[in-house]
Nanobody
Framework: HVQLVESGGGSVQAGGSLRLSCVAS????????MGWLRQAPGKEREGVAG????????YYADSVKGRVTISVDRAKNTLYLQMNSLKPEDTAMYSC????????????????????WGQGTQVTVS
């Protein structure tokens, strides 16, 4: 039973930075596809960044390219999202998600691709 627990959200001013963390447990496979997705009030959930933990491959939404870095520390079973140059439009509930296999990296930004979810952490940029 995969469990994902996020932390690191908060309130920051525009231009600031945050690093989100997601600790994973209960994996039955050595490698997973993982992603960060966000949902703002009144908007659909959208993918921010995805990664395949078995290889250094990442995928980013156009809206965050150059400002966000997704990474994983396999020894700590922890997924990170470093966010810089934050904008008010980045305000949302951020969730990490995982799934054993998502064949196309585009799928790493699609919430329908993931079977496991964390509870989310709020990011507010003013």
């Amino acid at each position: 039973h995969v469990q994902l627990v996020e932390s690191g959200g908060g309130s920051v001013q525009a231009g600031g930075s945050l690093r989100l963390s997601c600790v994973a447990s209960g994996y039955s496979s050595s490698s997973y596809c993982m992603g960060w997705l966000r949902q703002a009030p009144g908007k659909e959930r959208e993918g921010v960044a995805g990664i395949y933990t078995g290889a250094p491959r990442t995928y980013y939404a156009d809206s965050v390219k150059g400002r966000v870095t997704i990474s994983v520390d396999r020894a700590k079973n922890t997924l990170y999202l470093q966010m810089n140059s934050l904008k008010p439009e980045d305000t949302a509930m951020y969730s990490c998600a995982a799934d054993p296999f998502i064949p196309n990296p585009v799928g790493w930004l699609n919430h329908r691709s993931f079977g496991y979810w964390g509870q989310g952490t709020q990011v507010t940029v003013s």
